[in-house]
């Protein structure tokens, strides 16, 4: 359980940072704002503690 709870939190963190970096570095006119990085991390932590729970 603890293993694979582990390997859920390192996708999202995964997923989470390619997605940072297709919107800060790859498009110059997508706008990272504090609201949006709040919003991906809030989804990336939401999908980790769902997948953990199943």
Do not use: C
Not at 18 to 38: H, I, P
């Amino acid at each position: 359980m603890g293993r694979a709870l582990f390997v859920t939190f390192v996708t999202a963190v995964l997923v989470a940072g390619g997605v940072f970096y297709s919107l800060v570095y790859k498009s110059r006119r997508a706008k990272l704002t504090v609201d949006k990085l709040a919003a991906l991390a809030g989804l990336g932590l939401e999908w980790a503690a769902v997948e953990g729970a199943a």
